[in-house]
């Protein structure tokens, strides 16, 4: 779920205490996680965070929050990213308890004006690891397809954590608890020739490097950026990079080296802070 605009005021450095009160259950059905979250954190749909009323603090505190050190999302699918961390309670909360659910969330920006917000469809699951403290894992769900992101999204997010109970208007939301980058799926290219080739001769490359567009759904060209031809020969495992080049005003590659041996030719990119590494699959030249 994606979230915009400006967030409620936050209770202490990190502690989010004010929401919207949940819409009436229909008799014995089950709450929706994502559904009361959502108002939890002052938001309707995926429009913007809305005027809250106040709320007591569930007293629920999260620490050791750990997640992968980017999440690589591409145009379509729905990419999941695993979230750990211990949640420490007090009386007022009682874990499993079909009335009260927690869960990560990951948000850019600041986090009384974050630029989007994110977090699971799902809430966590949690073990008792004491009286007081119990270890959970849970998920961060986006949905590129659904318009959860755009391009401005790449970059640096923060982890938080939110915890509910269904039947009151008691909440807790901590912030600051991690970072992660959420980067655009990037792809590269190659292709080697001619094929085969006398030694001596010259070897073009050429290729592409595009990234995932948000917007539009679509791979478009990642322009101007440095990317290294590598060669490996054959019958070894290492590539070595040959030279760098620049990709053009559309994402182009073009490259030329002399033919020295049979191997494998490569472009590969180091990766920005929004946009993943990635290499392109070796290109076989025969030499003769």
């Known amino acids: 779920?994606?979230?915009?605009?400006?967030?409620?005021?936050?209770?202490?450095?990190?502690?989010?205490?004010?929401?919207?009160?949940?819409?009436?259950?229909?008799?014995?059905?089950?709450?929706?996680?994502?559904?009361?979250?959502?108002?939890?954190?002052?938001?309707?749909?995926?429009?913007?965070?809305?005027?809250?009323?106040?709320?007591?603090?569930?007293?629920?505190?999260?620490?050791?929050?750990?997640?992968?050190?980017?999440?690589?999302?591409?145009?379509?699918?729905?990419?999941?990213?695993?979230?750990?961390?211990?949640?420490?309670?007090?009386?007022?909360?009682?874990?499993?308890?079909?009335?009260?659910?927690?869960?990560?969330?990951?948000?850019?920006?600041?986090?009384?004006?974050?630029?989007?917000?994110?977090?699971?469809?799902?809430?966590?699951?949690?073990?008792?690891?004491?009286?007081?403290?119990?270890?959970?894992?849970?998920?961060?769900?986006?949905?590129?397809?659904?318009?959860?992101?755009?391009?401005?999204?790449?970059?640096?997010?923060?982890?938080?954590?939110?915890?509910?109970?269904?039947?009151?208007?008691?909440s807790s939301v901590s912030f600051g608890l991690g970072t992660t980058k959420v980067q655009r799926y990037s792809k590269l290219t190659v292709n080697a020739g001619p094929e085969p080739v006398v030694k001596g001769r010259t070897i073009t490359s050429t290729g592409k490097l595009s990234r995932a567009n948000w917007e539009d759904n679509k791979y478009h060209g990642y322009t101007n950026q440095p990317v290294k031809l590598q060669f490996r020969k054959a019958g070894t495992s290492t590539y070595t990079t040959i030279k760098t080049v620049t990709s053009d005003s559309t994402g182009n590659l073009k490259a030329t080296a002399t033919a020295v041996s049979d191997g494998y030719w490569r472009f590969s990119f180091a990766g920005t802070t929004t946009t993943p590494a990635v290499s392109a699959t070796g290109d076989y030249v025969d030499v003769h």
């Not at 999260?62 to 990213?81: E, H, L, M």
């Open 1 to 170: 779920m994606r979230i915009r605009a400006t967030v409620a005021a936050v209770s202490g450095a990190l502690a989010l205490s004010a929401f919207v009160a949940p819409a009436a259950q229909a008799d014995n059905a089950a709450p929706s996680y994502k559904a009361e979250a959502s108002k939890v954190l002052g938001t309707s749909g995926r429009t913007t965070f809305g005027a809250t009323t106040a709320a007591d603090d569930l007293g629920v505190t999260f620490s050791n929050f750990k997640i992968a050190s980017a999440v690589k999302v591409g145009t379509t699918n729905d990419v999941s990213t695993t979230v750990t961390y211990t949640l420490t309670h007090g009386a007022d909360y009682v874990l499993n308890s079909d009335d009260y659910d927690n869960g990560p969330l990951i948000y850019k920006g600041s986090s009384d004006d974050p630029d989007n917000m994110l977090f699971g469809t799902k809430p966590a699951t949690c073990t008792a690891t004491s009286s007081t403290t119990a270890s959970c894992k849970g998920l961060v769900d986006i949905h590129p397809a659904d318009g959860d992101l755009v391009n401005s999204d790449a970059g640096t997010w923060s982890g938080g954590a939110v915890a509910i109970q269904y039947s009151s208007d008691d």
